[in-house]
């Protein structure tokens, strides 16, 4: 099985990166392979342009940036998004990528007097998020519940695609969080293919 791994955060070095390293690693210690997509450092271009809206609206083509990478997410049998959480959602590049690569057409079948059709019922996802606040700011403010009804349900059920997992990490004890945190990423990743609700169906 093989799992794609798409992250956005401009430092290497920082704990998301060191999170989506964690969870490849669980995936291959589990005998399965993963690739890492880092949107920053391959230049990713967010921005829906023209382009993407006429292929939205099927007067053109698919660009073919957009091709390639719906390419790599139909070679793969699940989908892990790794992000910090900026201003309670993802970064604008992880959410430009999203724009442009779900596209009409291939993420979902939306054509007048047809309704729409769900078309990545095969793509289980993961989402794990990493968060600045404590849990008590997330449920006092009911930011979490927000962030599932607008990512899980807003996009991704649209599309038909099983949210498998909502990860949340955020800061606990000082001394032990990040280790806490890369834990918790290779378990995911070693047991991603474990439960029938992650693989893609047949």
């Known amino acids: 099985m093989h799992a794609l791994i798409v992250l956005s955060h401009p430092d290497p070095g920082s704990l998301t ?20 997509a880092d ?16 292929a939205h609206r099927g007067r053109t083509a ?18 892990i998004l790794v992000y910090p959480v900026y201003w309670w959602s993802m970064p604008g590049l ?6 442009r690569v779900f596209s009409n057409g291939w993420a979902y079948d939306d054509r ?12 289980p ?14 449920a006092r403010h009911g930011y979490f519940g927000a962030m599932r009804t607008q990512i899980d ?4 059920d649209y599309c038909g695609a099983p949210v498998a997992t909502t ?24 047991h991603l293919f474990n439960d029938a609700r992650t693989t893609r169906a047949a």
């Open 39 to 54: 949107l920053a450092a391959e230049g990713f271009d967010p921005r829906f342009s023209d382009a993407d809206l006429a």
């Open 153 to 156: 349900h807003g996009i991704f």
């Open 17 to 36: 990166h060191a999170v989506a390293a964690r969870i490849a690693d669980g995936v291959v210690a589990a005998g399965h392979t993963a690739t890492r």
């Open 94 to 99: 992880l959410k430009g990528w999203i724009d």
């Open 167 to 190: 990860e949340l990490m955020v800061d606990t004890d000082p001394g032990e969080t990040a280790a806490a945190h890369l834990d918790t990423a290779h378990a995911l990743g070693r």
């Open 62 to 79: 698919i660009p073919d940036d957009i091709l390639a990478e719906q390419r790599r997410i139909d070679q793969a049998d699940a989908l």
């Open 112 to 123: 007048p007097g047809d309704g729409i059709r769900k078309l990545l019922g095969r793509l």
């Open 125 to 138: 996802v993961h989402l794990v998020a990493l968060g600045g606040a404590d849990l008590r700011t997330y």
